[in-house]
């Protein structure tokens, strides 16, 4: 039977190889590919990851192959991110709790919430695609929370990459304010590939330093004792796989994260590098 996949990509710019490596592993299989946006705009790659000249600061390299590069392209030419799910009018927003009538708003709020879990029935995996773009409007997204707790109370694939895997980070339930990756192995962008200057999002002219937090520290402890951050820096890939998790550190990790997702649906897959 095929399988469907529902694919969250930022408004501010993806990497393209993050988002093209996993789904041509999915259509390779068959795969129905669903895309959703925070707002439902159209996502577009950032302009550094469609350039194989592009030289990554802190590898001092290009990180993006020529063919890399045109599959980017080809793909930012196509019209299937043209109409993606609008997150902000699927999931609901929690209400303020200085808000009139806020009893009856939050009941309200978590029977949209069951309303999203019968939605979601028919997907088997959910991918947050990476970049620097999931900094701005995935990272801290009360709505995108909702969607991943929503397919980790049904048991389904939750799967990251890059500054992606903060939401993982930050998606909790509002009873206990644990993160969910708590006890759990993970890998994401690591603090030696962190930018000193330039990090960029697209749809606005702020331009940055580093990035606004140091990714790898907040996995760390978001892990705790019993779970563990894998930077595996040194190493030409690291992915993580700690079921109901998939995680990709970063661009040259995004066709295996995109395997080790089929492996899991497939082979039933529950552990892997670590």
Known sequence: ???????????????????????????????????????GKRAHALPPSLDE???????????????????????????????????SSWLPERPYTSDAGYLPALEQYHRD?????????????LL???????????ANNERAHGLILAFLRADKVVAAECYGVA?????????????IIWGKHVTGH?????????????????????????????LRDATGPDGAYHGNFGKPVSVIVDYPFVTGRSTPDSYLT???IVE??????IRYGW
């Open 113 to 125: 919430l069951d309303r999203v879990a019968e939605d979601i029935a028919g997907y088997d995996a």
């Open 128 to 138: 947050i695609v990476g970049g620097s773009g999931p900094i701005v409007d995935l």
């Open 190 to 218: 690591c603090k030696e590939y962190d930018y000193k200057d330039g990090t960029g999002f697209l749809g606005t002219d702020f331009v940055m330093g580093p990035p606004p937090y140091p990714l790898e520290y907040i």
């Open 1 to 39: 039977m095929s399988k469907r996949i529902l694919v969250v990509v930022s408004e501010h710019g993806y990497w393209a190889e993050e988002l093209i490596g996993p789904v041509s592993q999915f259509d390779d299989r068959g795969y129905e590919v669903v895309f959703a946006t925070p707002t």
């Open 167 to 179: 939401c993982l980070a930050f998606a909790r339930d509002w009873s206990d304010r644990k993160s």
């Open 53 to 87: 000249n592009f030289i990554d600061p802190p590898l001092g390299r290009s990180v993006t192959s020529a063919e890399n590069a045109k599959l980017g392209r080809e793909f930012e030419a196509s019209t299937r991110l043209d109409n993606p799910l609008d997150l």
């Open 258 to 260: 995109g395997q080790k």
């Open 264 to 269: 899991v649906l497939e082979s039933g897959l």
